[in-house]
């Protein structure tokens, strides 16, 4: 379903309404609790890119969360500010004892250096700015591709189904998608 809010277009999947109303079925208040923080993760994107004079294009709501999409052309720097600001309020909620467990796995996740993840494509900014663009994909390539087979060994030693997932999607969206 898609509507149009303040300029926006709003995409409402099924994927998303099964998966809370599964959550209410189910009394999984893990699994709400992960959307929820998740969702407040984007949320700070949104504010964040308004608030730097960007435009939301569209909003997504599917079972694996809020995705954003926005055309604007910032700085380095601010691009920077834009995506490191959910990490930042997942960061804060971490510190501040709400909902450790999520909000640490969501930190930490979104800092790594592995791309769709923001603190890969924060990771891109920095050395697109310090070095020229063959250098910069470089030595872009060789810490994602280090950050990835880290965390699938580590995946794999401990049992951690959730992270080898994150791989995982890390890899075929890395496959998929070229790199903005």
């Not at 998740?38 to 504010?47: K, M, Q, T």
């Given at each position: 379903?898609?509507?149009?809010?303040?300029?926006?277009?709003?995409?409402?999947?099924?994927?998303?309404?099964?998966?809370?109303?599964?959550?209410?079925?189910?009394?999984?208040?893990?699994?709400?609790?992960?959307?929820?923080?998740?969702?407040?993760?984007?949320?700070?994107?949104?504010?964040?890119?308004?608030?730097?004079?960007?435009?939301?294009?569209?909003?997504?709501?599917?079972?694996v969360g809020v995705g954003l999409r926005h055309s604007t052309c910032f700085s380095y720097g601010k691009e920077c500010l834009f995506l490191l600001s959910g990490i930042f309020v997942n960061g804060l909620f971490w510190v501040a004892g709400i909902s450790t467990d999520i909000n640490g796995a969501l930190f930490l996740i979104n800092a790594l250096p592995i791309y769709p993840l923001d603190g890969g494509r924060a990771l891109k900014l920095v050395l697109n700015s310090l070095f020229d663009l063959k250098l910069s994909d470089r030595i872009y390539y060789f810490v994602s591709f280090i950050s990835i087979t880290v965390l699938f060994i580590y995946s794999v030693i401990v049992g951690n189904v959730s992270f080898l997932i994150i791989t995982v999607y890390a890899v075929i969206y890395s496959l998929c998608n070229s790199y903005d």
């Open positions: 379903m898609k509507i149009k809010a303040f300029g926006t277009t709003v995409v409402i999947h099924y994927t998303f309404v099964v998966f809370v109303a599964l959550c209410f079925l189910t009394d999984n208040t893990a699994l709400a609790q992960v959307m929820l923080f998740a969702s407040l993760h984007e949320l700070a994107h949104i504010i964040c890119l308004i608030l730097l004079g960007g435009k939301v294009d569209s909003i997504s709501l599917s079972f």
